[in-house]
Nanobody, 130 residues
Framework: QVHLVESGGGLVQAGGSLRLSCAAS????????MAWFRQAPGKEREFVAT????????????YYASSVEGRFKIARDDAKNTVYLQMNSLKPEDTAVYYC???????????????????WGQGTQVTVST
């Protein structure tokens, strides 16, 4: 079972930026797609961004929710077993607990449904003030 640990959350003013990190345990990080989800109070968990495994034709392709497209960027560093979420132009509606997740099986290309993921981190709080 992989262990995922998020960091980088905090309080930021609207228009500001944050970078989230998610460190994963285990030797096969590069074989798995990774994603970020978020959950705001009183709402269901929602997809934010996903990045494919690093090999094959996908070559780390990414896919974003329309609400964050153009503002957020997901990236991975396989040498560090880490996935990042760079968040720019933050809005109050981005306030949520952000979770990273690892795909339930290897070699997936831009999975984005929660059921596609088998391991989750504990979450990190992001609060955007007006």
């Amino acid at each position: 079972q992989v262990h995922l640990v998020e960091s980088g959350g905090g309080l930021v003013q609207a228009g500001g930026s944050l970078r989230l990190s998610c460190a994963a345990s285990g030797p096969t990080f590069n074989l798995y797609a990774m994603a970020w989800f978020r959950q705001a109070p009183g709402k269901e968990r929602e997809f934010v961004a996903t990045i494919s495994w690093s090999g094959g034709t996908s070559n780390g392709a990414a896919y974003y929710a329309s609400s964050v497209e153009g503002r957020f960027k997901i990236a991975r560093d396989d040498a560090k077993n880490t996935v990042y979420l760079q968040m720019n132009s933050l809005k109050p509606e981005d306030t949520a607990v952000y979770y990273c997740a690892r795909a339930g099986s290897p070699y997936r290309i831009v999975p984005y449904e929660p059921a596609d993921f088998g391991s989750w981190g504990q979450g990190t709080q992001v609060t955007v003030s007006t």
